[in-house]
Antibody, heavy 118, light 108 residues
């Protein structure tokens, strides 16, 4: 059974930094691309970033490019999202997601809340 | 930037067929994925690569794509199908993904 468990969320001040982690199990982590998706309260889903299976390819939404960095440690089956220069509009639930063979998401974590506020 | 367009809401009576559309310029060459999200829960994949259905998803859920439009069809919608539905696909580069704005399905 695929399991994705996010951690590292919480309250941070504007301009601050936070690193999210996602512990993956139930599949061969190093064989699949992974993504982060976020959802503001009462709003729709927003793609944030995707990383290739090896980590050699990283892709970002314009809203976070230059501020967020996606990475992975295949030896630890863990996905990361380093978030810098956080803004109030980054206040959302962040989902860790496994990508399928053609890049679309097939499994989701339960999500973790990040609140950016003074 | 690339966009996928969905209707904000669709309403049907129980047992009727619900169709939710998603339009995007790259859909003729890129797969569409559909997700169901119930209140307070993480999304769930209901169809992928335009028309495939994951194991465990009821047969009443089906996907199709033609030209610049992808469609999620729920044949014989049930009250428990009430949820928000999102389409998902990538732009022509294949490197930037996007969700549609979401469609709230009401079954009553």
């Amino acid at each position: 059974e695929v399991q994705l468990l996010e951690s590292g969320g919480g309250l941070v001040q504007p301009g601050g930094s936070l690193r999210l982690s996602c512990a993956a199990s139930g599949f061969t982590f190093s064989n699949y691309a992974m993504s982060w998706v976020r959802q503001a309260p009462g709003k729709g889903l927003e793609w944030v970033s995707t990383i290739s299976d090896s980590g050699g390819g990283t892709y970002y939404a314009d809203a976070v490019k230059g501020r967020f960095t996606i990475s992975r440690d295949n030896s630890k089956n863990t996905l990361y999202l380093q978030m810098n220069s956080l803004r109030a509009e980054d206040t959302t639930v962040y989902y860790c997601a496994k990508c399928g063979a053609n890049g679309g998401i097939d499994y989701w974590g339960q999500g973790i809340l990040v609140t950016v506020s003074s | 930037s690339y966009e996928l367009t969905q209707p904000p809401s669709v309403s049907v009576s129980p047992g009727q067929t619900a169709r939710i559309t998603c339009s995007g310029d790259a859909l003729p060459k890129k797969y569409a994925y559909w997700y169901q999200q119930k209140s307070g829960q993480a999304p769930v994949l209901v169809t992928y690569e335009d028309s495939k259905r994951p194991s465990g998803i009821p047969e009443r859920f089906s996907g199709s794509s033609s030209g610049t439009m992808a469609t999620l069809t729920i044949s014989g919608a049930q009250v428990e199908d009430e949820a928000d539905y999102y389409c998902y696909s990538t732009d022509s580069s294949g490197n930037h993904w996007v969700f549609g704005g979401g469609t709230k399905l009401t079954v009553l």
